[in-house]
């Protein structure tokens, strides 16, 4: 018998191309990842239940896929190469997902500024995705 999932994670976005109802979004990521002009940061916002939090997943798996050629990030992630299998399993090292809401103390801040200073492990960035950031 096949394990237990959530159907918002079972039917969650894997890729861009997934993305429904954000086609600015979707745009300007493209472009952003096809022309090697990312920021250092990405901001999203909107109300509960847009996809901020699996828009920023996918941006981790294009940004770490090793699919990508000249090890670039690519448009479409390939979902089975380590990396994307890492991130889809929640437990990719580079990949740093902090629950903001529950962790509002300065202690969690300068864990996080102490974090930054090293390197990335096994993927091309370190990304960090700050889950209910204004709390």
Known sequence: MSEY????RKYRPKKLSE??????????LTSAIEQSRLPH????TGIRGIGKT????????SLLCSKGEEDKPTIEPCGVCENCEAIS????????EVDAASRTGVDGIREII????YA????????YIIDEVHM
């Open 19 to 28: 993305l429904v109802g954000q086609e600015a979004l979707v745009k300007t």
């Open 120 to 127: 990335p492990v096994i993927g091309r960035f370190k990304v």
């Open 54 to 61: 699996s828009t920023a997943r996918i941006i981790a798996r």
């Open 89 to 96: 399993k929640d437990n990719h090292v580079d990949v740093i």
């Open 41 to 44: 940061a990405f901001i999203l």
């Open 5 to 8: 999932q959530v159907l918002a």
């Open 114 to 117: 102490d974090q930054v200073n």
